[in-house]
């Protein structure tokens, strides 16, 4: 089991960065796919990127692709998302995600296993 805990989540302009951090616990992080997903009011959680458990293959939306890159730091247990060019369409609560069994680029919502709480992100034009 792997209990998830994101920060960094905030208040920013159009146009501006941010980065958000995920903290897991347990002594597994490397053996989980990770990945960030995001919820707008009024509208399903979708996918926006995924790492393998070595770090070394990721997977981005379309929406995002070449604005935000994630990371992960398997010897602290931690995953980030840096985001770029930030626009009022990323406005949205992210979610960090951790999968244990599946395979191949994505992480659709279904394979995920555990979910952190959230953090707001919210872009103003």
């Known amino acids: 089991q792997v209990q998830l805990v994101e920060s960094g989540g905030g208040l920013v302009q159009d146009g501006g960065s941010l980065r958000l951090s995920c903290a897991a616990s347990g002594r597994t992080f490397s053996s989980y796919r990770m990945g960030w997903f995001r919820q707008a009011p009024g509208k399903d959680r979708e996918f926006v990127a995924a790492?393998?458990?070595?770090?070394?293959?990721?997977s981005y939306s379309d929406s995002i692709k070449d604005r935000f890159t994630i990371s992960r730091d398997n010897a602290n247990n931690m995953l980030f998302l840096q985001m770029n060019s930030l626009k009022s369409a990323d406005t949205a609560v992210y979610y960090c995600?951790?999968?244990?069994?599946?395979?191949?680029?994505?992480?659709?919502?279904?394979?995920?296993?555990?979910w952190g709480q959230g953090t707001q992100v919210t872009v103003s034009s």
């Open positions: 995600a951790a999968d244990a069994t599946g395979v191949g680029s994505r992480i659709t919502l279904q394979q995920v296993d555990y």
């Open positions: 790492i393998s458990r070595s770090g070394g293959s990721t």
